[in-house]
């Protein structure tokens, strides 16, 4: 007997769930990711590294930024360059504005109908609906940051090797710093509501995240440092993308990943401390949790980095490259967790490319929490009730599932 999982809802791209049960027991449970095959991997190759960032940055709308800055800091390592530390302050200011609009994204439109047991966001508007208009606020100011960084909020062309295309005025900085200030207090609010869920899903015992907040140039997983060797990419024959092991284990990666290793301060840590022992838990539905504090971080990041750089000035320009040829990695945390870019470059073109997205490796984590709870409540409520709680647990961990695609090798 299989139960069906139908098309996941509020979750970004088009995946389903299969529970397998036999003699009365719980067995198996499938993610199935059926997006279609991406092949950007192969899109890169024989392309000028100059125009691959922005070729990468079409992988997702969401996470653009990510995957664009993953991408120079690749294309940098395999070349030689080396950027200034302006560079990277507004690098990662970028994508701490991706983290405040991809988090707001799941955290109010999302994830909290879940909360409150309602279907969609919009039918919470009435009951509400203030708390729907700080999420769309809080998110706007993502926005502003990823066109002002970026060049556009989808899919921009902006973010170079060597610097950036536009680099912004001390005056928009300014504004954004205030901007991301005043909607402290909306996110702290919303890390009340979330607190609130029961735990669920697996317990997450193998975290990961980058040996700094955002920058870090080895992987880190648990204390061990530069294992991107020992990481495995698996075809399965029920989906559209691998899974990603380490050392044939799943890996969790994102927001709760995250608070479990790095240090944070100012408000976020404060909250983070009176949410402690449900983020220590590692239950992976407080990674809604965990994205809800992290929000708060971000916000406050934001302030102080655009403080920083309008006081100190931007130093503009782009730093070109030493060498014509390498081989480089570039890892960044995406608002999932660990994205990955890998490029070979002879000649200035793409040899050789490959991409791991967060939720490649979440992939493992997601089966396995599915698996905890279907144990757990399978004979214990109806069909469609059980259906509806175990597609909480998929959406806790907020796949991006077009990112996911990239398997198919030519």
């Known amino acids: 007997m299989i139960i069906e999982l139908d098309e996941f809802t509020r979750v970004e791209g088009i ?45 997702c709308a969401i996470c653009y930024i990510s995957h664009s800055i993953a991408s120079v800091r690749a294309i940098e390592n395999a070349l030689g360059i080396e950027v200034p530390s302006t560079v990277e302050k507004l690098r990662e200011l970028a994508l701490w504005g991706e983290i405040i609009e991809s988090h707001a994204l799941h955290l109010y439109l999302l994830a909290l109908p879940d909360v409150f047991g309602y279907p969609d966001a919009i039918s919470m508007v009435s009951r509400h609906g203030e708390l729907i208009k700080e999420g769309l606020t809080i998110k706007a100011l993502g926005n502003t940051i990823r066109e002002l960084l970026g060049g556009r909020e989808i899919h921009g062309i902006n973010i170079k090797p060597g610097g950036f295309g536009r680099y912004p005025r001390e005056e928009e900085l300014e504004g954004i710093a205030r901007h991301a200030r005043s909607l402290v207090r909306f996110a702290r609010r919303i890390v009340g509501v979330f607190a609130s869920q029961d735990p669920r899903g697996a317990k997450v015992d193998i975290p990961m995240a980058t040996e700094d907040y955002l920058w870090g140039s080895e992987l880190i997983i648990g204390e061990d440092k530069g294992q991107y060797t020992e990481l495995d990419e698996v075809p399965v024959s029920y989906s559209f993308a691998k899974h990603t092991y380490y050392k044939g284990k799943p890996i969790f990666v994102g927001a709760l990943a995250r608070l479990l290793l790095k240090d944070i301060h100012g408000e976020a840590e404060r909250l983070l401390k009176t949410y402690k022992e449900k983020i220590e838990s590692k239950y992976v539905i407080y990674n809604n949790l965990a994205q809800a504090i992290e929000l708060v971080y971000a916000l406050e990041r934001v302030a102080e980095l655009g403080e920083e750089l309008a006081s100190e000035g931007v130093e503009e320009g782009l730093v070109e490259p030493e060498e014509k040829s390498g081989e480089g990695i570039g890892y960044v945390e995406a608002p999932r967790g660990v994205l990955v870019h890998h490029y070979r470059i002879e000649d200035g073109r793409v040899v050789w490319s490959n991409t791991i997205t967060p939720t490649a490796f979440n992939q493992g984590i997601m089966e396995l929490s599915l698996l905890e709870d279907a144990r757990k409540m399978y004979g214990l409520l109806p069909e469609d009730s059980l259906k509806r709680k175990l597609e909480e647990v998929v959406r806790a961990f907020d796949p991006c599932i077009s990112c996911s695609v990239h398997f198919v090798k030519l």
């Open 15 to 59: 995946g389903k769930a299969e529970i397998v049960i036999e003699d009365g027991t719980v067995k198996e449970a499938r993610v199935k990711i059926l997006e279609g095959p991406r092949f950007f991997e192969v899109l890169t190759l024989g392309r000028s590294y100059w125009d691959v960032p922005d070729l990468e940055a079409r992988i």
